[in-house]
């Protein structure tokens, strides 16, 4: 993979319900020169997602042929529907821009093993299971059964924290995303100041 060496690559993981989407968009929206990575999905889009903007929203069947072209940096099944990391998409973004990953632990481990590239790893929690639950059922995106087993996949995803270079428990929206910018814009001009070294 090709890139600009001032970019940089952020990755930002959650069970879901804890607001990672919901902070990802807001970092795009306040810089620039961040896009989001947008997620070939096998999941039917909801009432506010917009095809190529929020997902790529493809069949099973076409998802597959992707995974045996090897079109993906990463790829896994999360709650019967496949989610991945476009390799084209991806490197066409980096070569201009930051990039945002709004995945789960599995794809984290995957981009992981391209030890080349520049990933600050970020971890969301909420403050307990119940806590998780909550958010899900208000949010009313999802089924009493989904949100059972988006719950229930709590303990497992919070197995993976020491994969992440940080942890941020997301009590306030507002306190969290300031935590997190913070920590983008350090580490940006930290890895800035070492590409100017090295060039």
């Given at each position: 993979?090709?890139?600009?060496?001032?970019n940089?690559?952020?990755?930002?993981?959650?069970p879901?319900?804890?607001g990672?989407t919901?902070?990802?968009?807001?970092?795009?929206?306040?810089?620039?020169?961040?896009?989001?990575?947008?997620?070939?999905?096998?999941?039917?889009?909801?009432?506010?997602?917009v095809?190529?903007v929020?997902?790529?929203?493809?069949?099973?069947?076409?998802?597959?042929?992707?995974?045996?072209?090897?079109?993906?940096?990463?790829?896994?099944?999360?709650?019967?529907?496949y989610?991945?990391?476009?390799k084209?998409?991806?490197?066409?973004?980096?070569?201009?821009n930051d990039?945002?990953?709004?995945?789960?632990?599995q794809?984290?481990?995957?981009?992981?093993?391209?030890?080349?590239?520049?990933?600050?790893?970020?971890?969301?929690i909420?403050?307990?299971?119940?806590?998780?639950?909550?958010?899900?059922?208000?949010?009313?995106?999802n089924?009493?059964t989904?949100?059972?087993?988006?719950?229930?996949?709590?303990?497992?995803?919070i197995?993976?924290?020491n994969?992440y270079?940080?942890i941020?428990?997301?009590?306030?929206l507002?306190?969290?995303?300031?935590?997190i910018?913070?920590?983008?814009?350090?580490?940006k001009?930290a890895?800035?100041?070492?590409?100017?070294?090295?060039?």
């Amino acid at each position: 993979m090709n890139h600009d060496q001032q970019n940089i690559m952020v990755i930002l993981s959650s069970p879901s319900g804890v607001g990672k989407t919901t902070i990802t968009k807001k970092i795009q929206q306040k810089y620039q020169s961040f896009k989001i990575s947008v997620s070939h999905t096998t999941r039917l889009p909801r009432s506010n997602e917009v095809d190529g903007v929020d997902y790529n929203f493809v069949s099973k069947e076409e998802f597959k042929s992707l995974i045996n072209k090897k079109s993906f940096y990463e790829y896994a099944k999360i709650f019967e529907n496949y989610y991945g990391t476009s390799k084209k998409n991806v490197d066409k973004t980096l070569s201009k821009n930051d990039i945002i990953f709004d995945i789960d632990w599995q794809g984290t481990k995957q981009l992981s093993k391209f030890k080349e590239l520049n990933f600050v790893k970020i971890f969301l929690i909420t403050n307990s299971k119940d806590e998780l639950k909550n958010r899900l059922i208000k949010r009313n995106q999802n089924t009493k059964t989904e949100v059972e087993k988006r719950s229930n996949s709590f303990e497992e995803d919070i197995k993976h924290w020491n994969d992440y270079d940080y942890i941020i428990i997301n009590d306030n929206l507002d306190v969290c995303f300031k935590q997190i910018e913070n920590i983008i814009l350090n580490e940006k001009k930290a890895y800035s100041n070492f590409a100017q070294i090295i060039q």
